[in-house]
DNA sequence: CCGTGCTTGTTCACTATTTCACAACGTGTG
DNA sequence: CACACGTTGTGAAATAGTGAACAAGCACGG
């Protein structure tokens, strides 16, 4: 499926640029830019050109020397990188003001994902039908799941009824978690899972700011 | 305004992580737990106890020697580190479905933060009132902005709008920028910028499984 | 068909981060 | 008051990630 990565470990890091990499990379393709070398690349996402090159490499040689990147390539390698080449089916729990939002946004499919079921344990919500998909109740969940060939659980219930929504997903036999909860949940080893949380990034930025600030002072002992 | 934070370079990780025990030691200060020990914490947050004593260590000695932390006082010290033990102002930019929603989101105040301006280019949804906003034109932002103590700016525009968005910010002397488009923006050395998009993990997660799997095929090279 | 110019892929040294291991030190008990 | 216990804070070792430098190699021009 994936091109074997070279059976190397793969930084984290690494991955979350290709992600960022592909950003710019599908805007340059809409602007229809051809070719770009990892030094125009990497002044786009403010990073080091060697970084491009090496977090490529890990995948495959994708570039050609003394010329660049072809785009519409690049990203079609990195999308196969990822494992993104294809549409990932996914559920979603917990059809609360961020679940209908996430429902109803058109953007997944362009980047290979389809929600295609919805579940809530709320009777009243039950039934109720949300961007054309009825919500489901979660004790059915493992038969949708296998029906429909779900491969991504996305949880958008409340903190406290994160880790019940987990193990719902995780009884149906569903191997990928992307949380939105704000609250960790425990799983067993062989399932992964990714946390969303936006006050993370608001945290990194009042951290940055206050020791900005801070040096800031420190090079100017004013008044 | 942070304490010093001894003045020596402090990780992104360790910040992401701060973010993490945050949760954690909500749900247990919920829960009515008095004292929590490194190794616990470090259980629920899926990290490593050292890690834990000295992602803290940066910040000061929060701990006592045999018993371990005080949940309440450790929750004052982390968000005192992180420069959210107060409220910050925040404008927000791009009042679509996004926006909207975030507008109408109660758990900001809970975290540190308050959405006091909305800005969109549309005139036809400025004056419009979302969550008690009035949507104003980014013309007039420098102006709000002075007056209304704004000190973050969260951009929800389309990707193609991002940038524009951006320079209304910066040319309003704003320093924090959240932006949850799905686009890269060019802004001056001294503007702080993080990216919000969940895209970001689900391509973790789909990388995470792919490796995984191909793993497990080499273990059981099977038919 | 060879040389020049440019950009990749890759090595290596360096820097940053994580983990280990243990000394330091409160707490509570006899 | 001294001792045993338990957990922190921290220096040092191990691991991981980054950036500079350069050899390799394609494209184009003569």
Chains 1, 2 share one sequence.
């Not at 491969?151 to 019940?164: F, H, K, M, S």
Request: glycine residues 6%.
């Amino acid at each position: 499926m994936c091109p074997a990565s070279k059976s190397k470990h793969i930084p984290r890091a690494t991955i979350q640029r290709l992600a960022i990499y592909l950003q710019v990379l599908d805007a340059l393709d809409n602007e229809n830019v051809e070719v770009i070398s990892s030094e125009r690349l990497a002044a786009a996402c403010d990073v080091n050109p060697s970084q491009i090159r090496k977090d490529l490499a890990y995948f495959g040689e994708f570039g050609v020397r003394g010329v660049g990147y072809n785009v519409p390539k690049l990203i079609q390698s990195i999308k196969e990188s990822l494992g993104t080449d294809r549409i990932w089916r996914v559920a979603l729990i917990g059809v609360g003001n961020l679940g209908r939002s996430l429902l109803r946004y058109q953007g997944f499919l362009k980047r290979g994902f389809q929600i295609v079921a919805a579940f809530d344990c709320d009777p009243f919500k039950i039934g109720d039908t949300v961007a054309g998909l009825e919500v489901m109740c979660p004790r059915r969940m493992k038969e949708h799941v296998r029906d429909l060939h779900i491969e991504i659980g996305i949880i958008t219930t409340p903190a406290e009824r994160a880790q019940r929504a987990a193990n719902h997903l995780i009884e149906a036999d569903i191997r990928c978690i992307l949380n939105f909860a704000a609250a960790r949940i425990q799983v067993p080893e062989h399932i992964y899972v990714e946390y969303v949380d936006f006050f993370h990034h608001m945290y990194a930025l009042t951290f940055k700011y206050c020791i900005g600030e801070a040096q800031r002072a420190e090079k100017t002992p004013s008044s």
